[in-house]
């Protein structure tokens, strides 16, 4: 992989693909029991997500596992790395935009940092978690997103408290649309009325040139169906959410896009009634991703659901994080193996049996 950074990418215009709607996997980590990098099964995940036809991926998030940033560690770097050279590869065999996210966490220091190797590695934004600013003045963290965003452009991020968020008001959200490198804001404090707070600030601002993209995995299909009434400069007018970018669509990922595809579709057919089957397969999705994320537990189980879905499916060796008090709760490893027999509209199952001879090789 020696070199990458020298690799220049096709320019492409990213505000552009980002307001198109795309289906952006949060990327996560295959490791050996050892904790080792699965070298193999981390370019099978890469490979998978373009073969499902996902718009992007983001590599060093929450899903990927925040403890790969710790230097002691030393595979921020590496894992971003071995995804941009695998989805590179893939991609040569089928050209299409493709962006990539980078997950940028810390102190200013430390997240400049890691948007100046993203940014080397041919990474196009970073999506900056604010976890390590919990206690902070919103004065503060608008000044860091700003410093951040002076290196690479910024696709904000509204993460649940659950899993170390923390709640941001309206007034921040609309300060923080002043930044003019914001090309995107991931929207995930699983919580409607904070939802909507960005929506409207992003109104309030007049940057209808910033993508929404819900982050909010308990409710996919309501934010991607759902016209939100918002006034900017007298005119009335709404705003939606096009895309996401999702733990949950770490899995099952094309039928994540073929889903997606479909609301575009219905979008753009200019039919105002929308079809009433969105709302019993948007609970579906809901119900299987509670399984998935461990609702019950408060979310202990999430990294290890995914990779359990993605273990079964043969993508990933084992549920091993980083973390090893994170492992499947009790009774959740049953709950996930009767998920694709009881939503089979939603599993993926077939199109990876056909192809992970060619993701494995």
Known sequence: MAGIEHHTHEAFDIRRHLHRGQVIPAHPLALHPTRAMDEQHQRALT???????????????????????????????????????????????????FV?????????????????????????????????????????????????????PLFGFYLQPAVGGRRLSYTFWREFAEIQNVV????????????????????????????????????IVPDLVTDVPVTSGGRAYTRHFVGGLL??????????VE?????????????TTMPREWLTRGAALTMANAVIFDAAHGYQGCLPGILEILRMQ???????????????????????????EQYPDLADDDFVAERLDEFLA
């Open 314 to 340: 043969g993508l990933v060796r084992g549920t091993w994080t980083f973390d090893t008090h994170e492992q499947l709760s009790p009774g959740q490893a049953d709950a996930l193996a009767r998920l694709s």
């Open 247 to 256: 733990g949950q669509w770490a899995v099952w990922t094309s039928r994540a």
């Open 184 to 219: 995107a804001i991931k929207v995930a404090p699983f919580d409607r009325y904070a939802t909507l707070d960005v929506v409207r600030a992003l109104a309030d601002a007049g940057r209808d040139d910033i993508a929404l993209y819900t982050g909010n995995d308990d409710a």
């Open 100 to 152: 990539r996210v980078a997950g940028l966490i810390g102190d200013t220091a430390q997240a400049v940092r890691e948007a100046q190797i993203a940014q080397a590695l041919g990474y196009h934004c970073g999506l900056l978690s604010l976890g390590a600013w919990r206690d902070a003045s919103e004065a503060s963290i608008l000044a860091h997103c700003a410093r951040v965003a002076d290196v690479m």
């Open 259 to 271: 889903m997606l595809r479909e609301i575009q579709a219905w979008r753009a057919s200019g039919d």
């Open 47 to 97: 490979r998978y997500y373009v073969a499902a036809g996902a718009g992007g991926m983001a590599v060093g998030v929450h899903t990927t596992g925040f403890p790969i940033h710790d230097a002691t560690i030393g595979l921020y770097r590496p894992v971003l790395e071995l995804a941009a050279e695998t989805a590179d590869e893939a991609l040569r065999r089928d050209p299409r935009p």
